[in-house]
């Protein structure tokens, strides 16, 4: 259950880490994946970094269709708008929120509203989820195949694609982190367990099926 209330400051909605780190995760996760495939370009085939563009657009469509955009309200919000919940007013005498207030969650805050009721799909743990694994696949492996392979051996390049091995580790773990505040002071179970369904959907469907080849 969640007890958002007892979190320490670390884990506190206004912590750093979770301002200028989770909320802005799909950020972070893109700058990583961009220095990963820039440091591992010259031992790439340009259709494989086609490839891992391609794979990356679409994990980015994927991530603003369920917590962004969906033709109007992203996917989280409609399903929790269908499951019953609303915008409620956060003072006994606001106004009635509008029905265009309940459409989204930025939607209801806007107007000073509060989402109550629903099934509130964990963000949080989606994304953090879904970036770490986008990011093993494309920067991780990658990265550890080709400083194994001994035919490219340039001092420069070697180091660069050691320190972005080493900020993508960092990163992930910091990802890894914020899943444990998330799972311990957020959220109830279920709206755990359906955040991370769809983190890990994307990855099932594109990597484990093998469509559009390897990373």
């Known amino acids: 259950s969640s007890l958002a209330g007892a979190a320490p400051w670390w884990a506190a909605k206004r912590s750093v880490l979770n301002t200028h780190g989770a909320k802005v995760a799909w950020g972070w996760t893109s700058a990583?994946?961009?220095?990963?495939a820039a440091v591992r370009a010259p031992a790439r085939a340009p259709s494989a970094t086609a490839?891992?563009?391609?794979?990356?657009?679409?994990?980015?469509?994927?991530?603003?269709?369920?917590?962004?955009w969906f033709f109007g309200p992203p996917l989280f919000d409609r399903v929790f708008v269908r499951t019953g919940g609303s915008c409620l007013p956060t003072a006994p005498d606001a106004a009635t929120m509008t029905s265009?207030?309940?459409?989204?969650l930025q939607a209801c805050r806007a107007a000073g509203?509060?989402?109550?009721?629903?099934?509130?799909?964990?963000?949080?743990?989606?994304?953090?989820?879904?970036?770490?694994?986008?990011?093993?696949?494309?920067?991780?492996?990658?990265?550890?195949?080709?400083?194994?392979?001994?035919?490219?051996?340039?001092?420069?390049?070697?180091?660069?694609?050691?320190?972005?091995?080493?900020?993508?580790?960092?990163l992930v773990g910091v990802w890894v982190f914020m899943l444990y505040a998330t799972a311990r002071y957020f959220h109830g179970i279920h709206e755990l367990l359906s955040g991370t369904v769809l983190g890990v959907a994307y990855w099932a469907a594109l990597y484990r099926s093998g469509v559009l080849g390897p990373a």
């Not at 990583?32 to 990963?36: G, I, M, P, S, T």
């Not at 265009?100 to 989204?104: C, F, G, T």
């Not at 799909?121 to 392979?149: K, Q, R, W």
């Open 32 to 36: 990583l994946f961009a220095a990963a």
């Open 51 to 68: 490839a891992a563009a391609l794979r990356y657009v679409l994990a980015t469509l994927y991530w603003v269709a369920m917590a962004r």
């Open 100 to 104: 265009a207030s309940v459409a989204s």
């Open 113 to 170: 509203g509060r989402w109550a009721g629903g099934h509130d799909v964990s963000g949080h743990c989606f994304l953090l989820i879904h970036s770490a694994l986008f990011l093993a696949e494309e920067a991780v492996a990658p990265l550890l195949a080709v400083l194994s392979d001994r035919r490219h051996t340039l001092p420069a390049l070697t180091t660069a694609r050691r320190a972005a091995l080493a900020a993508t580790l960092g």
